[in-house]
């Protein structure tokens, strides 16, 4: 697990961060007073379920939510709040200064350009290489992530390449920028896992060496445990709680962290023991109290009228009702 470095002050400061669409019938909140900060050289993890909110926090910061949506908050950058920036400023961020592995890639690669001119573009465009030693980049960057035959394949489309040797094509994109943060949005679902632990390393490696810090949304809890310095689990928009990686594998408090770790597969013992499950399905965002307590064996009756505020308790933050009582107690 890669070692954080301290700083006085964090590279993105994330303070009430909120996400909206308008529907026909209503508004929909996707992402509800997200706190939270990231230093330099940092490998930040949010785990949650489909639907929790994990990649809007993502396209809020790039400022690429779907029309019908809206950010409100601020996420500090550069002395700038990228929340509501102009298109013409947040270009100049985009790509150069904070980079994002989507999710889909086939959707993100142009299918009319070659893969190499895909990758050379942002060289050109923000850093001012010439077309030759952008390229010669792109192929080397290629040949990193694992590509097969890079100078080549740089000259190859979108549809020739597979869906694993497509992310990994993102993956590259984005790592070539050397940006200051690195936005990663299930960079390796795709992957088979040889290339998912040297994708991981690279990106271990930029953190380290380049000070790229990074936001690696996932469902994979290994994943975290492998590349992350802190974690953050997210339900309902809003955050249960945050916390080192050691720390949360070691001691989760909040139920649905608890919930989440038991349903990972474990080695070890004749028989494998049976995996956790967490009953229910996620609610409506607006049910009132924490988000959770429909789902939650152990809630109190408080739990489904008052939202539990994020609270400091070291070495961790949560918000949950159960963790107070035990601390008047």
């Known amino acids: 697990m890669p ?3 301290m700083t006085a002050e964090p590279l993105l400061s ?24 990231l230093a330099r050289g940092e490998v930040l993890g949010i785990v949650g379920e489909s639907g929790s909110g994990k990649s809007q926090i993502l396209f809020a910061l790039m400022g690429l939510l779907a029309a019908n949506g809206g ?7 550069g002395g700038r709040n990228l929340v509501g920036l102009a ?12 980079s994002i592995v989507f999710q889909d890639p086939m959707t993100a690669l142009n299918p009319f350009m070659r893969i190499g001119d895909q990758l050379a573009e942002g060289l050109i465009v923000h850093r001012g290489a010439t077309r030759r030693s952008a390229w010669a980049e792109a192929v080397a ?32 994109m984005a790592l070539l920028m050397r940006p200051a943060i690195l936005l990663a949005d299930e960079p390796t679902t795709a992957l088979d896992v040889t290339i998912q632990a040297q994708v991981l390393d690279l990106i271990a490696e930029l953190a380290r060496d380049s000070g790229t810090a990074v936001i690696l949304v996932t469902h994979d809890l290994g994943v975290v445990a492998r590349a992350c310095d802190r974690v953050m689990v997210l339900y309902g928009g809003q ?3 945050a916390a080192d990686v050691d720390t949360l594998f070691a001691e989760p408090r909040h ?7 038991a349903a990972m597969p474990r080695l070890g013992g004749e028989t494998a023991p ?43 933050r949560i918000a949950c009702h159960l963790e107070a009582a035990d601390a008047a107690s």
């Open 3 to 5: 070692s954080t470095p």
């Open 14 to 37: 994330v303070r009430g961060l909120g996400v909206r669409f308008r529907l026909p019938q209503a508004e929909v909140t996707a992402v509800d007073g997200v706190d939270f900060d």
């Open 71 to 77: 950010a409100s908050g601020e996420a500090r950058f």
């Open 87 to 98: 298109e013409g400023e947040l270009d100049r961020v985009r790509g150069s200064d904070i």
């Open 141 to 172: 960057m290629l040949d990193r992530v694992g590509i097969p035959d890079p100078a080549a394949r740089a000259r190859a489309y979108p549809h020739q390449f597979s869906g694993g040797m497509r992310q990994r094509v993102m993956i590259a």
């Open 239 to 241: 955050v249960m709680e």
């Open 255 to 261: 139920p649905y962290t608890q919930g989440l770790l």
């Open 274 to 316: 049976r995996l956790g499950t967490i009953p229910g399905s996620p609610g409506s965002d607006a049910a009132p109290g924490c988000p959770f307590a429909p789902r939650c064996d152990r809630r109190l009756p408080r739990c489904t009228v008052e939202r539990p505020a994020l609270v400091d308790r070291p070495p961790r």
